[in-house]
Each structure stands twice: as structure tokens, then as C-alpha cells.
């Protein structure tokens, strides 16, 4: 969920919407109150700072790890003092001066991209439930933004992933046009990896193609990241982006001409190398196929939800759907 921000009354609304999410998700009094006032804190420096920006709200994980992710997004002037922001009770902007340290003690997660004369994001976490901070780390770190086109309350894009024991299967799905029929190709191509039990892109296309002949149909990309054997496959079909990226270099990948459920000539699949640096950018054609990682220092060491809203930040074309997804394989 996005929320706009250019005022002080919609910090409140960003406010009331992630104690909402929060709630649905039986997340106990306590911590719907840490989230209420890092939501607050959030929101209230990015429009006194910036002037403008926004809050995305996203539910996460399942299970052990579920949770709730609040991020402040804009592209005002940076943060000049990164350790006086941090300070307990500091704040030029008028919020509640907490300070950036109190938000990050009270959450299960932090982690922030600040660049001068660019902008910031700040991303938080809350689990579900305190104990849970004890659980295991998961194999693969996660960032989405996925959002509609302005006006329309449902998004024609999706997305999923799929968890095996010697790795993920990852897809991005765009279905033709935006609107209610666009989603509905979405939603089935989804439902599709929900219960495969395949890890071969090529076979997970092959089946949504078969399930979307009774929609308008869509483009989407499947990638398989295979740690045992430290290789990435991939295949597409339609106008996804790819990418393997690390740290100076970025390999796309490529997808071929046609509309799922309608017009496919054949699937190929690719297979490029994976290591313990690797990151994978996978996105709709709702976002701007030039960007370049290399361009913002030390991004790649950042949580790849900070990724996934910068690139969302910066390269959102704003006049279609947009989705995506960044995936790092965890250390250790």
C-alpha cells in the first residue's frame, strides 16, 4: 500500500492505515503502538524535510517471520547528519523528536539509503510477534513495491516466490493493460506458482500460458535461483526486466517476444552464474529500464526492500502498473 504525502494530515492517514494492517494481522496492542509512532515519525520528516514523498505499508513473510515493513520514501536533500538524526530527541522537522536510534531499538528491523541531494528512504520492520526474533534466519531476503496505476484500485502486475530447500523460484507477472482484466491474469498466473511444484522456468511458463488462455493474457519472467549448484535459470516471455547485479558488474536477461494465453513462439531458457554476491532485479515495464545500481555507493549492502523503492523512486515510468522485485540470497 502507497500512501502519498504533501501534508501533515496524511501522516495521520499513514498512520491509521499501517495500525490498521497491523491489527488485521493480530499483531499484539504493544507493537501496533510502535508502529503508530514510527509510522508518525516516518511520514512527519519526510514531508518537513522534503516536502513530499511517501509511505509504502507491506505485509511480509508467513508463519514465523510474519510482519509488518513501514517505509519513508522521498527525494528531498538527504540526510546531512546521520548521527545527529540518530540522537535521541533530535528533530528539525517538527516530529515528535524521537529520533531515528529510538525507532530502530524499537524495531525488529532497520535499515535506511540516504544520498545528498537525492534523497532517503527508511525502512522498519515488525514482527508479528517479539518471540519470533529468535527464529532462524530464512535462505533469501526479499523487496517488492507493487502498486497500480494511479487511479485504479487494482494492480494489473504481480508477483511471487516459491521457497525449496536448495533455493527460490521467482516470478513477475504484467498482465495486458492495467485495470480489473489486467489483474485478473495476474492473479491466475500467481496462483499458478502457489501450487507448482516445478523449479524449471521453462515449465512454470509453459503452465501459465495454458492458464491464461481464458484472459487477456500477460507477460511474465520465471527465474529459479539454484544455490546447490550456484546458478541462476531464467526464461520470459513479454516486456520483463532482468537482471543478475553485484558489485561492478550486471548481466540482463533476456525475454522473448509474446503475449502468455495468446501468441508464444517457443520458451528458452537461460542459465547464468550465481554467487554469494549476486542480486536479482526483476520488474515490469512500469518502470524505466535504465537505471543502474552502480550509481548509488553502497546500495547493494542495503536490505533489498531499500533497493526495490529506490528503483521504484526513481525510475516509475507513472503511467502503468508497476512492480519490483529484488532478491538476495542470505549469508550463513
Given at each position: 500500500m502507497l500512501i502519498?504525502?504533501?501534508d501533515?494530515?496524511?501522516a495521520?492517514e499513514?498512520?491509521?492505515?499501517?495500525?490498521?494492517?497491523a491489527?488485521?494481522?493480530?499483531?499484539a496492542?504493544d507493537?501496533?503502538?510502535e508502529?503508530?509512532?514510527?509510522?508518525?515519525?516516518?511520514?512527519t520528516?519526510?514531508i518537513?524535510?522534503?516536502?513530499?514523498?511517501?509511505?509504502?505499508?507491506?505485509?511480509?513473510?508467513?508463519n514465523?517471520?510474519?510482519?509488518l515493513?513501514?517505509m519513508?520514501?522521498?527525494?528531498?536533500p538527504?540526510?546531512?547528519?546521520i548521527?545527529?538524526?540518530f540522537s535521541?530527541g533530535h528533530?528539525?522537522?517538527?516530529?515528535?523528536g524521537?529520533?531515528?536510534?529510538?525507532i530502530?531499538?524499537m524495531?525488529d528491523s532497520?535499515d535506511f539509503y540516504?544520498?545528498?541531494g537525492?534523497?532517503t528512504?527508511?525502512?522498519?520492520?515488525?514482527l508479528?510477534s517479539?518471540?519470533n526474533q529468535?527464529a532462524?534466519k530464512?535462505t533469501?531476503e526479499?523487496?517488492v513495491v507493487?502498486?497500480?496505476?494511479?487511479g485504479?484500485?487494482?494492480c494489473?502486475?504481480g508477483?511471487?516466490?516459491?521457497?525449496?530447500?536448495?533455493?527460490?523460484?521467482v516470478?513477475?507477472?504484467?498482465?495486458l493493460?492495467?485495470?480489473?482484466l489486467?489483474a485478473?491474469?495476474?492473479?491466475?498466473?500467481?496462483?499458478?506458482l502457489?501450487?507448482t511444484?516445478?523449479?524449471?522456468p521453462?515449465?512454470?511458463l509453459?503452465?501459465?500460458?495454458d492458464a491464461?488462455?481464458k484472459t487477456r493474457?500477460?507477460?511474465?519472467?520465471v527465474?529459479w535461483?539454484?544455490l546447490?549448484?550456484?546458478?541462476?535459470?531464467?526464461?520470459?516471455?513479454?516486456?520483463?526486466?532482468?537482471?543478475?547485479?553485484s558489485?561492478?558488474?550486471?548481466?540482463?536477461?533476456?525475454s522473448?517476444?509474446?503475449?502468455?494465453g495468446?501468441t508464444m513462439q517457443?520458451?528458452?531458457?537461460?542459465?547464468?552464474?550465481w554467487n554469494d554476491?549476486s542480486?536479482?532485479v526483476m520488474?515490469s515495464?512500469?518502470?524505466?529500464t535504465?537505471?543502474d545500481l552502480?550509481?548509488?555507493p553502497?546500495?547493494?549492502n542495503?536490505?533489498?526492500?531499500?533497493?526495490?523503492?529506490v528503483?521504484h523512486?526513481?525510475?516509475s515510468r507513472g503511467?502503468?502498473?508497476?512492480?519490483?522485485?529484488?532478491?538476495?540470497a542470505?549469508?550463513g
Open positions: 502519498e504525502l504533501q501533515a494530515s496524511q495521520g499513514a498512520r491509521r492505515r499501517a495500525v490498521a494492517i491489527e488485521d494481522l493480530r499483531m496492542p507493537i501496533c503502538g508502529i503508530a509512532l514510527a509510522t508518525t515519525e516516518i511520514a520528516n519526510v518537513k524535510h522534503a516536502g513530499k514523498g511517501h509511505i509504502l505499508v507491506q505485509r511480509f513473510g508467513n514465523g517471520d510474519r510482519g515493513r513501514v519513508g520514501v522521498d527525494k528531498g538527504g540526510i546531512a547528519d548521527a545527529r538524526a535521541d528533530s528539525t522537522a517538527g516530529s515528535l524521537k529520533g531515528l536510534g529510538v530502530q531499538r524495531s532497520f540516504s544520498a545528498p537525492s534523497g528512504v527508511i525502512s522498519v520492520e515488525f508479528a517479539k518471540a529468535l532462524g530464512t533469501f526479499i523487496g507493487s502498486e497500480p496505476l494511479a485504479e484500485t487494482e494489473g502486475d508477483w511471487g516466490t516459491r521457497t525449496f530447500a536448495d533455493g527460490m523460484v516470478l513477475v507477472v504484467d498482465g493493460g492495467h485495470g480489473i489486467a485478473e491474469a495476474a492473479r491466475e498466473a500467481e496462483q499458478v502457489a501450487v511444484n516445478e523449479t524449471s521453462h515449465c512454470i509453459r503452465d501459465i500460458h491464461l488462455k493474457g500477460a507477460a511474465a519472467a527465474a535461483i539454484d546447490s549448484r550456484r546458478k541462476l535459470q531464467y526464461s520470459g516471455i513479454g516486456n520483463i526486466g532482468a537482471s543478475v547485479v558489485s561492478g558488474s550486471s548481466r540482463g536477461l533476456a522473448h517476444n509474446g503475449t502468455l495468446h517457443r520458451i528458452q531458457e537461460f542459465a547464468v552464474p554476491n542480486i536479482l520488474h515495464d512500469g518502470l524505466a535504465r537505471w552502480e550509481r548509488y553502497g546500495i547493494l542495503k536490505h533489498p526492500s531499500v533497493i526495490a523503492a528503483l523512486r526513481d525510475f503511467r502503468d502498473d508497476v512492480t519490483v522485485v529484488v532478491v538476495r542470505t549469508q
